[in-house]
């Protein structure tokens, strides 16, 4: 399996030579993490046996403002992804330009395999373990695979009561009933096709916006939004995969009824295998499950014309490559699927005022910010001849590493 952390240094590497000679010593800096919190954690399981799980926190780098990034539950979680997905998400908040720095959290489990009180014990137990090492101007946690609302609202209350105060800033991805935003649940889909629908109108050889076909892998929080969102402004989802399998229909899918019947029987009618779904022949191609989705394995085998990372490192650098050389453009996760986090900035931003805004404004301002990215690292690509993913890290590289100059840490 490719080291995600890999990955990331090596996309790290890639921008070195736009940048000047000042940036040598912060990209060097750049490369290790401020803080890495591991430990095996024990909760007490419904027989009365005790069980530990691996636990993480990577406080990647605070030169823009709080840590801020998720906690995932998943059975594959080790310290190289944790690592990487906080560098990724101090990339993300660089480039949508909002003022935090990048971190991320997660436990080896497989959350499938507990009973509701299990997950919430282990709620607590990870809360309380990084307790001493969070909060509202230390570091944001919020949702990511496999971790929800109900998960945050938990955590929060483990927090709250170690420190005896209410500090609902700690956490974003709330339910709406303890302080969540309107909004926050869909962003990440709504910001997501708010940057396709940009890329569209700029990009003359692309194909047009009504018709244009989509192939959407994973179908959790933000493959459903990204792929009911897309329906909703006139594009064809054609395809949609979760991990048992996929669903392909070419005249279109209804993907409201493809979620309703993932809801009853637990998983998508699959007419189609995950593998397949990604060298279906369609306009856009949106891994939005996990890591090394395409690789240099199935690359050569893309027949999208554009690869939409909705999901955290879905491409490997050598597979990068390979779609480059084949003219297929890659809009890349740190901007694709950037609505998420800065929906959580305002969500931060309320619950440090106390004033709460309406559903409206809050994706009002965040399609105005993700706008602004697109166009910022679009007018990047044309000054410099690089790719979406290039320009992206470019951008955002010179801004952390500027914030680090100013402070005197280079
Ligand atoms: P989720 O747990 O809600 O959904 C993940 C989905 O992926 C599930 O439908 C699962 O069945 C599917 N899946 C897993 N392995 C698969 C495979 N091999 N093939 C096809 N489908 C597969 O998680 P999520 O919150 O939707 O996150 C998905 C991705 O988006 C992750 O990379 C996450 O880091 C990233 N992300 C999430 C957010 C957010 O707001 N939730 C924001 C930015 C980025």
Known sequence: ???????????????????????????????????????????KLDTGKRKSYQVYRVQFNNARG??????????????????ALSFWMTVKCAVVGIPYGGSKGGIAV???ALSFNELKRLSFAYSDFVAPYIGPWQDVPAPDVN??????????????KKTGQHAPATFTGKPIE???????????????????KEYLKKCPTSP????????????????????????????????????????????????DQVWREKEKNGQ??????????????????VP??????????????????????????????????ILVKRKIDVIPDVLANAGGVTVSYFEWAQNLNGYYWEKEDVLNKEKKIMIKAFNDIYNEVQKRKVTYRKAAFILAVKRIIDAMILRGRV
């Open 178 to 196: 303890l302080g969540g935003s309107q909004g926050r649940t869909e962003a990440t889909g709504v910001g997501g096709v708010t940057v396709l």
């Open 147 to 160: 971790t929800d609302g109900q998960i945050m609202a938990w955590m929060l209350e483990e927090y709250e």
């Open 268 to 285: 998508i009618k699959a007419n189609i295998t995950n593998e397949e779904l990604l060298t279906l022949p369609v306009d856009v191609l």
């Open 1 to 43: 399996m490719t080291s995600a952390f890999d990955n990331a240094m090596k996309q790290l590497d890639q921008v070195a030579p736009f940048l000047g000679e000042k940036y040598n010593r912060g990209l060097k800096l750049l490369r290790t993490p401020q803080k890495i919190l591991s430990k095996k954690i024990s909760i």
């Open 288 to 321: 939005a499950a996990l890591e090394n989705a395409i690789t240099t394995q199935n690359a050569g085998r893309v027949r999208a014309k554009v690869v939409f990372e909705m999901a955290n490192g879905p491409t490997t650098p050598e597979a990068d490559e």
């Open 66 to 83: 709080p840590f801020k990034g998720g906690i995932r539950f998943h059975p594959n979680v080790n310290l190289d992804e944790v690592k």
């Open 208 to 255: 047009r916006l009504r018709g244009t076909k989509l192939a959407v892998q994973g179908f959790g929080n933000v493959g459903y939004w990204f792929a009911h969102f897309a329906q909703k402004e006139g594009f064809k989802v054609v395809a949609i995969s979760d991990s048992k399998g996929g669903i392909y229909n070419p005249k279109g899918l209804d993907v």
């Open 110 to 112: 497989d959350p499938a």
